[in-house]
Nanobody, 123 residues
Framework: HVQLVESGGGSVQVGGSLTISCAASGYTFSGRGNCMGWFRQAPGKRREWVTSIYFGSGSTYAPDSVKGRFTISEDNAKNTVYLQMNSLKAEDTAIYYC???????????????WGQGTQVTVS
């Protein structure tokens, strides 16, 4: 049974930083073709892709809206993925979800496993 559990969310001031984590059980991150992604969803808005990483190669992808501010990283030994968020803006406020799949795309469809989400509030 695959389980993804996010943690580390909370409230932070505009311009501040926050790192959230996603710990996986029943799922091995390592190996080529395995992708982990972060998505977010604000009230009344669609789920939005934040960033993704391929294990094995370490290649990362992110949209311009977060590029240079957000960094995704992995710790294979801990089976954990991190999202470091810097220079946070009020519009970054959302529930952040981690997801696992075989292909790093910007759409939710290819990701087969999802966490329950962690709230990030920037004010």
């Amino acid at each position: 049974h695959v389980q993804l559990v996010e943690s580390g969310g909370g409230s932070v001031q505009v311009g501040g930083s926050l790192t959230i984590s996603c710990a996986a059980s029943g799922y091995t991150f390592s190996g080529r073709g395995n992708c982990m992604g972060w998505f977010r969803q604000a009230p009344g808005k669609r789920r939005e892709w934040v960033t993704s990483i391929y294990f094995g190669s370490g290649s990362t992808y992110a949209p311009d809206s977060v590029k240079g501010r957000f960094t995704i990283s992995e710790d294979n030994a801990k089976n954990t993925v991190y999202l470091q968020m810097n220079s946070l803006k009020a519009e970054d406020t959302a529930i952040y979800y981690c997801a696992a799949g075989g292909v790093c795309l910007s759409q939710p469809g290819p990701y087969h496993h999802w966490g329950q989400g962690t709230q990030v509030t920037v004010s």
